[in-house]
């Protein structure tokens, strides 16, 4: 499969965990002062990230939140409880710093950058804010395909390169967010398309809709899959067809990660639905997902769970914008350092146990 010379070599460069650093971390953490396994889930992601990283005992140096802002045609069908004016007005409270995510980016000591991949209307360039408008809002699924082909190329690609860029200043623990409103319209299309699950399984009430709004919503993603009948095998016809600018761009940014040897955080519902897409494009980048909580979209478990994923947290969130991905990277950094900086049996002069 060719989609264009950067994708093609990104995707090429996403390989199996090293096997070796994943071999000596093991041996590592069989020998530390704890009964073994003790740390559950800490000693097995700090296996996954000497995988990851490659270094048998493996080090987090920087750590960065992508946000990517998108709008939705799909919105006029009334899918979400909140106008579409709602994602401009939220691009500008990330730049100021007075959201969720900053917050808590600031709280992990997270890098963020935000990105207009797609916002329905021209933002005023400033600081902090990367324009890389793919189009004007994704167009109405619910009658037709999100983009053109050309269009998704250039989300991946943007994607990759915003990722590259974050690696190249020292991070290798990265995280996409999202801001969207009636993304996840959108993300519930492409995780019904990639895992075959029924519409109505994978719906939630997004931010906040009624019975009757949601009764209407998974009407509308029914109908976005007829009218469109995207191959769920394939992850450019799902961004394609049933898409959106800022999910397409955060399957870029999982893609370039996971190719520089970076942990991919993955966040909420939106960015599940672009590790989806992006595991379509390149199976192997599963192993290099870190499910970062689990969201109260009923899809967002679906999803991480066609990909083997569990979820570190369970707070109960569905905001996005990578609060739940950055939630999780101290608790990554604390698996990394438990690795890192905990004395051997030996060391500490501590008896082992029996075997
Ligand atoms: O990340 C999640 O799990 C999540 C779940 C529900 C809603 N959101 C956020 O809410 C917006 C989309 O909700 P909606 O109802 O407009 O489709 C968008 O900006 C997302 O970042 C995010
Ligand atoms: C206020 C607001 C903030 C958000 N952040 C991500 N999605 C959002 C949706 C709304 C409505």
Not at 98 to 109: D, P, Q, T
Not at 231 to 254: N, P, Q, Y
Request: hydrophobic share 50%; net charge negative; charged share 15%.
């Amino acid at each position: 499969m060719t989609i264009s010379p950067l994708v093609d070599q990104t995707i090429a460069a996403i390989g199996p965990l090293d096997a070796a650093a994943v071999a000596a971390a093991e041996a590592r953490q069989g020998v530390l002062t704890k009964p073994p396994g003790s740390l559950g889930r800490l000693e097995s992601l700090s296996i996954q990230l000497a995988g990851i990283l490659g270094q048998p005992i493996p080090q987090i140096t920087g750590k960065a939140v992508i946000v990517v802002a998108g709008d939705h045609g799909v919105a006029a069908e009334g899918v979400s409880a909140f106008p579409a004016e709602v994602t401009p007005q939220m691009v500008f409270n990330f730049v100021a710093g007075g959201a969720a995510i900053n917050a808590l980016a600031r709280h992990a000591g997270a890098n963020i950058t935000v990105i207009d991949a797609g916002v329905a209307v021209d933002l005023d360039p400033q600081p902090g804010l990367t324009i890389a408008k793919v189009g004007y809002g994704a167009a109405n699924i619910a009658r037709g395909p999100a983009m053109s082909r050309e269009d998704a190329v250039r989300c991946l690609e943007i994607g990759i390169n915003a990722a590259n860029e974050q690696a190249d200043a020292g991070a290798n623990l990265i995280a996409g967010g999202d801001m969207g409103i009636g993304n996840t319209t959108p993300s519930a299309a492409i995780t019904a398309a990639v895992t075959g699950a029924d519409v109505a399984s994978v719906t939630g009430r997004g931010t906040g809709v009624d019975d009757a709004g949601l009764e209407a919503k998974i009407a509308t993603i029914r109908r976005a899959l007829e009218v469109n009948q995207p191959d769920g095998s394939d992850g450019m016809d799902v961004l394609t067809k049933v898409g959106g600018f800022e999910i397409g761009v955060l399957a870029g940014v999982m893609l370039g990660a996971a190719a520089r040897n970076c942990a991919v955080v993955v966040d909420g519902f939106i960015s599940g639905a672009a590790a989806l897409i992006a595991w379509r494009l390149c199976p192997d980048i599963a192993q290099r997902y870190i499910a970062a909580h689990r969201s109260v979209e009923p899809g967002h478990n679906v999803g991480l769970q066609a990909m083997g994923l569990s979820p570190l947290l369970d707070m109960e969130m569905r905001l996005g914008e990578g609060t739940g991905a950055a939630l999780a990277m101290p608790i990554v950094e604390a698996a990394a350092k438990c690795l890192a900086e905990m004395a051997t049996f030996t060391e500490a002069g501590v008896s082992d146990g029996d075997d």
